[in-house]
């Protein structure tokens, strides 16, 4: 997700029936009907619970951004492996 959510709209434009966009704090979309929105404690758990799943995944911008402690995560140099390995 993003503030200005390009690549979200990119792949609906390309024809992508649903996207589902997950941030660290849950991202507020109104009227796109195809775009799901989740934060991190909340697509954990509704996969977990088997919810839902995927076909396929993109990552913008984001790996490079854990372990710093930015979004409260714990700071960790090697935050980004670790993401990496979940």
Same mark, same amino acid.
Request: charged fraction near 20%; aromatic fraction near 12%; hydrophobic fraction near 35%.
């Given at each position: 997700?993003?503030?200005?959510?390009?690549?979200?709209?990119?792949?609906?434009?390309?024809?992508? @029936?649903?996207?589902?966009?997950?941030?660290?704090?849950?991202?507020?979309?109104?009227?796109?009907?195809?775009? @799901?929105?989740?934060?991190?404690?909340?697509?954990? @758990?509704?996969?977990?619970?088997? @919810?839902?799943?995927?076909?396929?995944?993109?990552?913008?911008?984001?790996?490079?951004?854990?372990?710093?402690?930015r979004y409260?995560?714990?700071?960790?140099?090697?935050?980004?492996?670790?993401?990496?390995?979940?």
């Amino acid at each position: 997700s993003s503030i200005s959510p390009w690549v979200e709209a990119t792949l609906l434009q390309f024809g992508v @029936k649903e996207v589902t966009t997950v941030d660290y704090n849950e991202p507020k979309v109104v009227g796109v009907p195809q775009l @799901k929105t989740f934060g991190q404690a909340g697509i954990a @758990k509704a996969y977990a619970d088997g @919810k839902i799943g995927f076909d396929g995944i993109v990552s913008f911008s984001g790996l490079e951004h854990d372990g710093l402690g930015r979004y409260g995560d714990p700071v960790n140099p090697f935050g980004d492996f670790s993401a990496m390995r979940e």
